[in-house]
């Protein structure tokens, strides 16, 4: 009896785990599908730029701001100062 017990434990946790697994794998994939939308999304509107700019991969590519500079442009028709910023310390600095 006391065997067949911590039977049904031990399956209990193995489907604890492996629904843990399922919904990181869910979490991962979703978070996937967002980048990948979102970066369409941007690459519509920069495809506006003269010239076209393009994101690759949108961690690495909004990182200075210029990107980002150049979207907030298209999406508000309005150009913005020409400030050039560089990242120091995690921050963005004016020069």
């Not at 978070?31 to 979102?38: D, G, I, L, S």
Request: contains cysteine; glycine residues 6%.
């Amino acid at each position: 009896m006391a065997g067949q017990e911590w039977d049904w434990f031990q399956r209990e946790e193995l489907i604890g785990h492996i629904s843990d697994i399922r919904v990181q794998n869910l979490q991962v994939e979703r978070e996937n599908v967002q980048k990948r939308t979102f970066t369409r999304w941007i690459n519509l509107h920069l495809g506006k730029c003269k010239p076209p700019l393009k994101v690759k991969d949108l961690f690495i590519d909004i990182q200075d701001g210029k990107i980002l500079m150049a979207l907030l442009e298209v999406l508000s028709g309005q150009k913005l100062p020409s400030h050039h910023y560089r990242c120091t310390c995690n921050h963005l600095v004016m020069l």
